[in-house]
């Protein structure tokens, strides 16, 4: 179970440099640097789930008082507020729809870093063991 080597392009590399005795500090240090880089950029699609909902909300406000704009200076026929409607909707339906995908996005990359973390650590308790 496990590699006998380090590869030159692991995260452990960079920490066994300086020192050619794998420690549990080293490994947690790895650990740390691979939990760092698996989860770059979740926050920002965090941020695009939580917030897109917000943002056409606002623009489905706003698609709406324009809305009650032209009724007052015009005769507001239905057209009028039909037109009004629709483009209010389609704001409503731009944020859920980025809202949607940004959010199942970001759980499906954070079960993949969950679960790379996962094999990081059996991976460092093994090397640990074996070194015991």
Do not use: C, W
């Not at 729809?97 to 969950?114: E, M, N």
């Amino acid at each position: 179970m496990g590699a006998s080597t380090v590869n030159e392009n692991s995260f452990l590399n960079n920490f066994i440099k300086t020192s050619n005795i794998i420690s549990k500090e080293v490994l947690a240090l790895g650990m740390l640097a691979a939990t760092k880089e698996a989860t770059k950029g979740l926050s920002v699609l965090s941020v695009f789930a939580s917030t897109t909902p917000f943002i056409g909300l606002f623009g489905t406000v706003v698609s709406i008082l324009d809305t009650f704009t032209h009724i007052g200076q015009t005769t507001g026929s239905m057209s009028v507020i039909a037109s009004g409607v629709s483009d209010a909707l389609i704001a409503t339906a731009a944020g859920i729809f980025v809202a949607i995908f940004s959010y199942t996005y970001h759980q499906i990359l954070k079960r993949k870093s969950f679960e790379l973390i996962s094999y990081l650590q059996m991976q460092s308790d093994a090397i640990l063991a074996r070194r015991a």
